[in-house]
């Protein structure tokens, strides 16, 4: 079940059927369509917004994701490179800006996953 999961959201496919893509376009850096989801998936079906404001979770999984990131890169600082703390703010800050796109889709398929599972269509 994990492994379906961990597919679906590092691929961008269907959570559903895992052929179809859930966003339009492949490169999550390019930044003026990077949030483009197709409404349907395109090999099954499956509607990917249940209802208007379904996508709001997402913002506590994306919210998850940054705070285990601060976590580790605080931890590698703390105990490996110990760099002092303007240093890190500023590695911190450029690093979540740079991630932001990757992370909002992360995100939103991570959410997705929770509400739909993996149906091997043969």
Request: hydrophobic share 50%.
């Amino acid at each position: 079940m994990i492994k379906n999961v961990l597919y679906s959201v590092f691929n961008n496919k269907c959570p559903n059927c895992h052929n179809g893509n859930v966003f339009k376009f492949k490169n999550p850096f390019f930044l003026k369509k990077f949030d483009k989801m197709n409404d349907n998936c395109s090999h099954c079906g499956h509607k990917f917004e249940k209802e208007p404001g379904f996508f709001y979770g997402a913002m506590y999984v994306s919210y998850a994701l940054m705070v285990g990131w601060f976590l580790v890169t605080w931890a590698i600082n703390s105990f490996l490179i110990k760099a002092d703390a303007i240093a890190f703010l500023i590695f911190l800050a450029i690093s979540i800006i740079s991630m932001m796109t990757y992370t909002f889709r992360i995100a939103r398929l991570f959410w997705i996953n929770f509400f739909t599972r993996y149906q091997e269509h043969k």
